[in-house]
């Protein structure tokens, strides 16, 4: 069978990346831009295409009719029509469960950063500003510790559980927000809107789909009564860049840290980038996910499902 990997290039150049078994002819691309003619004509004769974040349409699945599976090298299915490949018969693969200690890691790397102002002060450091000014430390943004904060999380999967752990190995106390406008499911779980009102740090692991998108907005910003920092290692969408950051400007909340963004890479007019300089924001160019071991773990659940799909066709 032939397969087209049409984003190598969202992986780090020293991972390998091997045909997994089964397929004959393995074509890869490092990238492929948006284009459903380009697509169209990168997989006419693919059996199986294996992507990333390539938008795969409708338009694109009508006109590979040799096409037989769409291998995803993420969890997130969001940028293929799940409906046309129903129509045509078309399996829809993703991979879970391999950046179940990058994620959690990356999250609270971003959380101690702003909480400690951490690029602020290497700046400080390496500008000259702490030699200039002559003190044996510097202190000019107060360092937040985690102890005995209360960190709410926004969906309690693999990686929000995994979350839980290190924050309570941190004397964290942890709360779970059920689904908005939900009571919660059982005694692990706090009403949303509780949990915005009593969180020091939240932090973001849902999936973005109708009911999570710009879920933090300015009505629920305006709940978060302790000026909470916000995490957000989820989907950019699930944050209403704007709303936030005039939360961040008018102190409502006192920073944000994130691995995502409403659009990706991110833009030059988004919202966002006039906090770049602010001591509790730190942003990460959208590789939680990706530690050495994480995309090697990714790798090897793919090849696995690719191979066991070509053994039953």
Not at 168 to 197: I, K, S
Not at 201 to 224: F, G, R, Y
Not at 277 to 289: E, G, L, Q, T, Y
Request: charged letters at 20%; glycine letters at 6%.
């Amino acid at each position: 069978m032939q397969a087209v990997f049409l984003d190598k290039g969202t992986f780090s150049d020293n991972i390998d990346l091997p045909a997994p078994r089964g397929v004959s002819d393995y074509i890869t691309y490092n990238d492929t831009p948006k284009d459903n003619a380009l697509i169209i004509e990168r997989c006419k004769d693919a059996d199986i295409i294996i992507t990333n974040k390539v938008q795969i349409t409708a338009d694109v699945i009508a006109n590979l009719p040799k096409l037989k599976l769409i291998q995803l090298t993420a969890t997130g299915m969001n940028n293929v029509d799940q409906d046309a490949c129903a129509k045509h018969g078309i399996a829809l693969y993703n991979v879970a469960g391999y950046a179940v200690k990058s994620v959690p890691e990356h999250t609270f790397m971003l959380m101690l950063t702003a909480m400690r102002a951490g690029i602020h002060y290497h700046e400080k450091v390496a500008d000259g500003t702490w030699e200039n000014n002559g003190n044996f430390c510097l202190l000019d943004i107060p360092l937040i510790d985690l102890e005995d904060k209360t960190l709410g999380i926004i969906g309690v999967g693999t990686i929000g559980k995994r979350v839980t752990d290190i924050a309570r190995a941190f004397g964290m106390t942890v709360l779970w927000a059920e689904h908005q406008g939900r009571a919660p499911r059982n005694d692990n779980y706090t009403m949303f809107e509780d949990v915005l009102a009593q969180s020091d740090v939240l932090s973001l692991h849902c999936p973005l789909n109708e009911q999570t998108k710009h879920l933090i907005k300015a009505d629920t910003l305006a709940k978060m009564a302790k000026k909470p920092l916000i995490v957000n290692v989820a989907r950019g969408g699930i944050v209403d860049s704007q709303a936030l950051t005039d939360a961040i400007h008018n102190e409502k909340i006192i920073g944000y840290a994130t691995d995502v963004f409403e659009q990706e890479p991110i833009v030059k007019d988004d919202p966002l980038l006039t906090l770049a300089n602010h001591p509790r924001v730190i942003f990460s160019p959208h590789n939680a996910w990706g530690s050495k071991s994480a995309q090697e773990t990714l790798w090897q659940i793919l090849s696995k499902q690719v191979a066991e799909f070509i053994d039953k066709n």
